[in-house]
């Protein structure tokens, strides 16, 4: 089945520190590749996303590459702030049938401090 | 557009009360899905349906019933909670090709 392994945290870095989280995944076909973020106490709020390989997202300064021929997703950042604390989870949703069910990562826990 | 919204927000339960989330959509959506966060362990996919008086089982779940008699409404159901159910619950629905939108949470502690 579909799975999604991102990087343990928690990670916490200065205000203005570049940011990478690995993300990687295991998947039948062709599926799609969300980075969700949830704030203290808040639901989870999609980030970006990318349908096909080689795609790259990107919002808010984040951004990750589609990337098939390695498996991963990895978020980045150039220069984080401190806005940006918050629970990272990586996921995708399966092709064909299951296109609608989304496999979540454990998630990561960023922490930056000013 | 209110999204998703979920009610409560926040609840305690003793051991073997019994107890109904109810998760709200106003945007149309035809999946609706019921998820568990728990520390260490992500999301984890609870029951979900794909139109109005559907379910269909998800990774987890036991100790959970669903029901969709509307298409915009979602509920979980708890017949006999157990401390293993204290968990923070999350309700999601998308319209179709993978994006969820999430509502708030519901808080719920066993005791």
């Known amino acids: 089945g579909n799975s999604v392994t991102q990087m343990e945290g928690p990670v916490t870095l200065s205000e203005e520190a570049f940011l990478t989280i690995n993300c990687t995944y295991t998947a039948t076909g062709y599926p799609s590749l969300f980075w969700y973020v949830q704030y203290p106490g808040e639901g989870l709020q999609l980030l970006l996303k990318?349908?096909?390989?080689?795609d790259k997202g990107s919002n808010k300064g984040f951004e990750a590459t589609y990337r098939k021929e390695t498996t991963s997703f990895h978020l980045e950042k150039g220069s984080v702030q401190v806005s940006d604390s918050a629970v990272y989870f990586c996921a995708l949703s399966g092709s064909g049938g299951s296109n609608y069910k989304l496999t979540f990562g454990k998630g990561t826990l960023l922490t930056v401090n000013p | 557009n209110a999204g998703v919204t979920q009610t409560p927000k926040f609840r305690v339960l003793k051991t073997g009360q019994s107890m109904t989330l109810l998760c709200a959509q106003d945007m149309n959506h035809e999946y609706m899905y019921w998820y568990r966060q728990d520390p260490g362990m992500g999301l984890r996919l609870i029951h979900y349906s794909v139109g109005e008086g559907t379910t269909a089982k998800g990774e987890v779940p036991d100790g959970y019933n669903v029901s969709r008699l509307k298409k915009q409404n979602f509920l979980l159901g708890l017949e006999s909670a157990a401390p293993s159910q204290t968990s923070v619950y999350f309700c999601a629905s998308t319209p179709f090709l993978g994006r969820q939108y999430f509502g708030p949470g519901t808080r719920l502690t066993v005791t």
């Open positions: 990318a349908t096909k390989a080689d």
